[in-house]
């Protein structure tokens, strides 16, 4: 079982920033790569970016397109923590933040955190 804590969402003015933590926990050993996704209302799960655990001297990462050039994925092993820094928050990037844990065909989630983007 791997646990799955985030934190850091708010209401944030457009232009503005939030840095979300992922804090894992439990069998994190196997472990093959953690994420974040996000869903706004009346929409589908998307992926927002993905980090590998593969190599940690240069971890791969899969950003979405429309978080490109404005979000960034990192983590800190010693931590069990990935973050999500989000600037140039637009207000469709309103949505409930999921951390994502992959092991094999299995996803493990967090409880999400509200970021909402509005003036």
């Known amino acids: 079982q791997v646990q799955l804590v985030e934190s850091g969402g708010g209401l944030v003015q457009p232009g503005g920033s939030l840095r979300l933590s992922c804090a894992a926990s439990g069998s994190i050993v196997s472990v093959s790569a953690m994420g974040w996704y996000r869903q706004a209302p009346g929409k589908e799960r998307e992926l927002v970016a993905i980090?590998?655990?593969?190599?940690?001297?240069?971890?791969?990462?899969d950003i979405a397109d429309s978080v490109l050039g404005r979000f960034t994925i990192s983590r800190d092993t010693a931590k069990n923590t990935v973050y999500l820094q989000m600037n140039s928050l637009k207000p469709e990037d309103t949505a409930i933040y999921y951390c994502n844990a992959r092991v094999l065909t299995e996803n493990f989630w967090g409880q999400g955190t509200q970021v909402t983007v509005s003036s």
């Open positions: 980090i590998t655990r593969a190599d940690d001297a240069n971890p791969a990462t």
